[in-house]
């Protein structure tokens, strides 16, 4: 196995008295994606500030392509590509502007720059918006120029913040499609998140981040199978007359969480399930089967939703 | 290393910040008219100068010699142009790239550093800045006020003063929190242009010329002066190393205070 | 009873203005009183030395003559700037007076609301001066109160025209040519730092047609004395017929723009 693109051990990052980041442990390799998946303020943002070597390293060990972010910060930038959380476009500039100006800024040549800059809008599907400047673009097509924006240097790594946060389902589907295709190309891509289902869509490996340390690692499939069942039976009997309710559902699957609008029935089969809670006369407002997914891994490891 | 403990780390890392003026070049290629249109601001002072007040003051002694009003004050506005294109682009500008436009932030991003940026940024603004001052070369030779040919030597000496407050400007901007803030850089700026010995000679403050001495524009009007006039004296170098220490101190602030604000 | 309409309106621009009144109000006082030491009392004492200066300025100081037309020039700059980009602001960018013409607002309460909110600037400007005028034997004065007003009128025969071209941009390019190209020459050659008469035979006149001359020579004469009754109502008239006249030319183009 060729030595990995990150190692962190032990890693920390202390905002005073706050703990960001709690000691974690991470290993990347080349042309994997890897994932750290989380709610809000579970140190994922942090943890890639440091990869990015926008931030030092509070304690630990932290190596990208196996240098230290300390003295060689401008060594690994050059080799890393990033997407912010919040696209931190050039609002001055046009849309090609902001791709040959930012290539610049890793000393590429304006011929390159501009040739490359036609390439990736045409990648990104923005070859029509070149010239215009950045404000009237919609959220899906601004995340789109960043993420051409941070292939511009052709990166070894590129660092994904939030990359579908705050878009519309169409746009996601456009903008994973593309983070696909990067894929398969063999970029490593280092990406957080707190959609589950961007995890199991873009992630071969994935760390679970809660309270600024790793709860659990593994890939999607691998997490979904050791911490839950295969399907999940979610049951209404409407609003605050779920706890009551537990008692009648007992014994039926391997486990049952409650949360405030719903009962979850953890079970290899769903639709059976419910036909024996049927025969027990145990009827809800609504029913619904689903297979399980990184959500009930995440519920399981810290008893909260990701997204509340 | 004696410089490394003299000056922070963040200013001694820098490589590339002629990025920033690359950028900036790319935004201001598109308003060229409003910085152009500029260039007539020194003619309508200078004219405005010579018709009225040059009239009125009659001939004003400057080292044993007399010379018209209006080539007294020549210098002194183009010292000022200097310091106000300075200012004004390393703190309303730098802010708003700064602190609304995120624009630094996603430039550390890349392999550009703190001092990148800092240097990069005042040097353009020392260029604004430029501009104008040498717009005023060319309305005093269109004018005749030009004394001497080391008046080129007033670009060196605007460059100078161009550091120096763009420097100063950028440090204060990044303790800056909201654009109300920004009533008192006039607070700062306008007694130094009325009070630099712009207007009228050292010797007209009296026993309060001790006070005068304290501005740095004062500083910049001397150099500038002397090139118009073509007098130099050894008593100028400080003058010159009061702008270059300011310029230094403001350089390594701002280097240091993008590295603990948003490198953290 | 219901505030009136254009009240209302001006109630919009100075709930903002609440936002930074204080270092406004402090740069209020002392930036008069930084002029009035450095180019009235300073420049003043080259002037009053100077060979020709007695009979040029007609006796008076010139700390007298230039203080007097601080009072209008402020009035001018403070004006002209607030009917440009905050202006703005409301018809582009924030976009609160197509917001207000939605409700029972006209669009010529927009505009007289905007003048009224225009000259409260311009009274906060005046009296700042008029204040610092009143320390100074040379200008102390009872003149200095119906200056006040009259620097206002100033102010409004800047801001009001320059509010109805606002009206009709949708960006702030043209601004600082308006600014450059109309009030900063005003401020140079209408009579703030010495008589037109010193002035080029053919730009005198030219001089008379600006609203700026007539503001300085209102406030001077106001403040020094020596103004006749049809020089008086003339200066009023004049800066009044700006208002009018770009009132007016508001309430056009501000249902254009708001109504279209």
């Known amino acids: 196995m060729p030595p990995p693109l990150i190692t962190a051990r032990s890693l920390v990052k202390r905002f005073g008295d706050l703990v960001a980041v709690d000691g974690i442990d991470v290993d990347v390799q080349p042309g994997e994606a890897f994932g750290f998946l989380g709610p809000n303020g579970a140190g994922k943002t942090s943890t890639m500030r440091m990869i990015g070597c926008v931030s030092p390293v509070s304690s630990g060990r932290l190596e990208i392509f196996g240098l230290d972010p300390a003295h060689e910060g401008r060594a690994i930038r050059s080799r890393i590509g990033v997407v912010p959380q919040l696209d931190q476009l050039d609002q001055e500039l046009t849309v090609m502007e902001n791709l040959v100006i930012y290539a610049r800024y890793f000393d590429i040549p304006r011929a390159v720059a501009q040739s490359r800059a036609v390439e990736l809008l045409d990648f990104v599907q923005l070859a029509d918006r070149a010239d215009d400047k950045v404000d009237p673009l919609s959220g899906g097509q601004k995340r789109r120029v960043s993420i051409a924006r941070s292939l511009i240097s052709e990166p070894e790594l590129l660092l994904l913040d939030e990359p579908t946060t705050g878009l519309d389902p169409q746009a996601r589907h456009l903008l994973w499609d593309r983070l696909h295709q990067l894929k398969e190309r063999g970029a490593t891509l280092v990406l957080t998140t707190h959609y589950m289902d961007e995890a199991e869509q873009l992630c071969d490996r994935l760390v679970v981040m809660d309270g600024g340390r790793i709860v659990a690692e593994g890939s999607p499939r691998a997490l979904i199978t050791e911490y839950a069942t295969r399907e999940v039976l979610e049951m209404r009997f409407g609003r605050g007359r779920n706890e009551e309710r537990v008692d009648d559902v007992l014994g039926v699957g391997e486990r049952v969480e409650v949360l405030p609008d719903r009962l979850l029935v953890y079970v290899a089969d769903g639709e059976s399930a419910l036909a024996e809670l049927h025969a027990r006369s145990v009827i809800p407002e609504s029913a619904l089967v689903r297979r399980s997914s990184l959500e009930d891994v995440f519920l399981r490891l810290t008893g909260r939703t990701l997204v509340d | ?264 | 009873m219901s505030t009136p309409a254009p009240l209302r309106v001006a109630y919009r621009d100075l709930a903002l203005y609440r936002g930074f009144w204080k270092a406004n109000f402090v740069a209020a006082f002392i930036q008069p009183m930084l002029y009035l030491l450095g180019i009235g009392l300073g420049v003043g004492e080259l002037v009053d030395n100077g060979p020709d200066s007695a009979e040029l300025l007609g006796g008076v100081s010139y700390f007298g003559f230039y203080s007097s037309a601080l009072l209008a020039t402020t009035a001018m700059f403070t004006s002209s700037q607030e009917a440009l980009w905050p202006t703005m602001d409301g018809f582009q960018w924030s976009n609160a007076y197509r917001a207000m013409v939605s409700t029972p607002i006209e669009p010529r309460d927009v505009a007289t609301g905007l003048t009224i909110y225009y000259a409260v600037r311009a009274t906060v400007g005046a009296i700042g001066v008029a204040v610092v005028l009143a320390l100074f034997g040379d200008t102390r004065s009872w003149g200095l109160i119906p200056a006040v007003p009259g620097a206002v009128l100033t102010g409004l025969a800047f801001a009001v025209p320059i509010a109805a071209w606002t009206s009709t941009r949708t960006t702030g390019d043209s601004f600082p040519a308006i600014l450059r190209f109309g009030v900063l020459p005003m401020f140079l050659f209408s009579g703030a730092f010495y008589p037109i008469k010193q002035l080029p035979d053919w730009l005198e006149p030219v001089a008379w047609l600006t609203p700026l001359w007539h503001g300085v020579e209102l406030c001077r004469g106001l403040v020094l004395g020596g103004l006749t009754s049809v020089e008086l109502v003339g200066h009023i008239a004049a800066l009044s017929g700006f208002v009018i006249v770009g009132w007016a030319i508001c309430t056009i183009t501000f249902r254009r723009r708001l109504q279209p």
């Open chain 2, 1 to 264: 290393m004696i410089t490394t403990r003299i000056l922070p780390s963040a200013l001694l890392d820098v490589r590339s910040p002629q990025r920033l003026l690359e950028r900036n070049a790319m935004v201001y290629r598109r308003s060229w008219m409003v910085i152009f249109s500029g260039f007539f601001e020194p003619l309508f002072y200078l004219l405005s100068i010579r018709i009225g007040l040059s009239a009125l003051v009659g001939d004003i002694e400057v080292g044993g010699k007399l010379i018209p009003y209006d080539e007294f004050v020549a210098p002194g506005l183009m010292a000022a142009a200097a310091m106000n294109g300075a200012v004004l682009e390393s703190t309303m500008n730098v802010f708003h790239k700064w602190r609304q436009a995120k624009l630094y932030d996603s430039i550390l991003a890349t392999p550009m550093s703190a001092g990148d940026i800092a240097i990069g940024e005042i040097g353009f603004a020392v260029i604004r800045g430029l501009m104008y001052s040498t717009a005023f070369i060319f309305t005093m030779l269109a004018l005749g006020m030009v004394k001497s040919a080391w008046i080129v030597m007033s670009v060196v000496a605007c460059a100078l003063i161009g550091f120096a407050f763009a420097s100063i400007g950028m440090a204060w901007t990044t303790y800056m929190r909201s654009w109300a803030d920004f009533e008192y850089v006039p607070a700062v700026t306008l007694p130094l242009f009325l009070f630099s010995a712009t207007f009228y000679p050292l010797s007209s403050y009296g026993s309060w010329s001790w006070v005068v001495q304290l501005s740095p524009l004062y500083h910049g009007v001397v150099l500038v002066r002397a090139s118009n006039l073509g007098e130099w004296s050894p008593s100028l170098v400080v003058h010159a190393g009061v702008l270059v220490g300011l310029s230094v101190v403001g350089m390594a602030v701002t280097a240091s205070r993008i590295k603990t604000l948003l490198l953290k």
